[in-house]
């Protein structure tokens, strides 16, 4: 089932409910390394949670530098331009295939199996604040759904929220 690993996350400190969940990448159900059909991505996006979508992506790369869009028909915003395939953005593809949604996309390459950079987390979590104080629905993605999405929830103070979505 897309999105994988779909988890909602508060704040026990707040009394207000926010819309802020973390997964993983689109196909991550099917495989760890193998290619994503556009039509598993379709299927990723039209069940994120909304309205006002954010997707705050901490793709990057694979230890051995492999980008972590190359399993995609579009690129992401740490590739160079011989990753790019001559073919979409991430924001791109999704602007031209679920323009009605009007997705935001926030980009944080970091690498997979690597503990994020304390600068990089600050930037990334100060995004994830700004986005869910005015109103927006927070999807933070990582490879797995869970490694580097949950130091950010730690991070920030955000829990697990596990009445069922």
Request: proline fraction near 6%; hydrophobic fraction near 35%.
């Amino acid at each position: 089932m897309e999105p994988y690993k779909k988890r909602r996350w508060k704040r026990m400190a707040d009394s207000q409910e926010m819309a802020f969940f973390t997964c993983a990448r689109p196909g991550r159900s099917k495989s760890k390394d193998q290619p994503v059909e556009d039509k598993i991505v379709h299927q990723w996006v039209n069940n994120l949670p909304g309205p006002n979508t954010s997707i705050v992506s901490l793709l990057g790369r694979k230890p051995d530098g492999t980008s972590e869009f190359s399993f995609y028909s579009f690129y992401g915003g740490c590739d160079d331009p011989t990753e790019a395939h001559g073919g979409l953005s991430f924001r791109a593809w999704l602007d031209q295939w679920h323009g009605d949604r009007a997705i935001e996309v926030i980009e944080h390459p970091t690498e997979d199996y690597v503990r994020i950079p304390p600068e990089i987390l600050a930037t990334v979590a100060a995004d994830v604040e700004r986005l869910l104080v005015a109103g927006r629905t927070v999807v933070l993605v990582d490879s797995g759904g869970e490694t580097r999405t949950r130091q950010v929830c730690e991070h920030m103070g955000f829990t697990e929220d596990t009445r069922k979505l």
